[in-house]
């Protein structure tokens, strides 16, 4: 098993530019999120699913979209970049019902200029 | 809005010292979850609490979830090098569904 996989794991980005950050799960997980990660702020949810097709926003929604097609893929777009986007990105999955922690991938760290 | 405060920020410790973090939060947790983040890693998973005034054992760390469930807490015992790390609590919420809402991580740092 892979587990998560995201990519790319480094990134610079022009301010306005768009890209797509991917991420897999090979375990048959129902829940995915997508967080960003700051210094001293902790994780901070940005949107999540709870199956294909689902997906809701977290608390940073704005200038991201994803999209669930698959129980496996769940990617996160930025539609325009903005300096204030430069952070640490973690892609996360876990099967639903209770009881369970995330699997978290190994990050994308993201910088905007 | 609904915040999970976790303390302190950072500790250093000496080998062998015990290390505690603590999480609070204002309104009633449905659970809370632990995660360790080594640095330039990501968050692994270490336990899940539910029960009112649950206590969970894993080796030197042993995790306590309050009696109102809006606090809980981490305690490693003797500490050693490999316990370098951050360590979050992640709360949920009854009305936030499958959400976590994560606290701001205590930084530990243990000296040989």
């Known amino acids: 098993n892979a587990g998560v996989t995201q990519t790319p794991k480094f990134q610079v980005l022009k301010t306005g530019q768009s890209m797509t950050l991917q991420c897999a799960q090979d375990m048959n997980h129902e829940y995915m999120s997508w967080y960003r990660q700051d210094p001293g702020m902790g994780l901070r949810l940005i949107h999540y699913s709870v199956g294909a097709g689902i997906t809701d926003q977290g608390e940073v929604p704005n200038g991201y979209n994803v999209s669930r097609s698959t129980t496996e893929d769940f990617p996160l777009r930025l539609l325009s970049a903005a300096p204030s986007q430069t952070s640490v990105y973690f892609c996360?999955?876990?099967?639903?019902?209770?009881?369970?922690?995330?699997?978290f991938g190994s990050g994308t760290r993201l910088t905007v200029v | 809005g609904q915040q999970v405060m976790q303390i302190p920020q950072y500790q250093h410790v000496q080998e062998g010292e015990d290390f505690t973090t603590y999480c609070n939060s204002s309104?009633?947790?449905?659970?809370i979850q632990w995660y360790k983040q080594r640095p330039g890693g990501h968050p692994v998973f270490l336990i899940q609490l539910v029960k009112s005034g649950e206590v969970k054992k894993q080796k030197r760390l042993t995790f306590q979830f309050g009696e109102a469930k809006k606090n809980s807490s981490l305690h490693i015992t003797a500490t050693q090098t490999t316990d370098v790390g951050t360590y979050f609590c992640?709360?949920?919420?009854?009305?936030?569904?499958?959400?976590?809402?994560f606290g701001e991580g205590t930084q530990l740092t243990v000296n040989p």
């Open positions: 992640a709360g949920r919420y009854e009305t936030s569904g499958s959400r976590l809402t």
């Open positions: 309104t009633t947790l449905s659970n």
């Open positions: 996360a999955s876990r099967p639903g019902g209770r009881g369970y922690g995330y699997t």
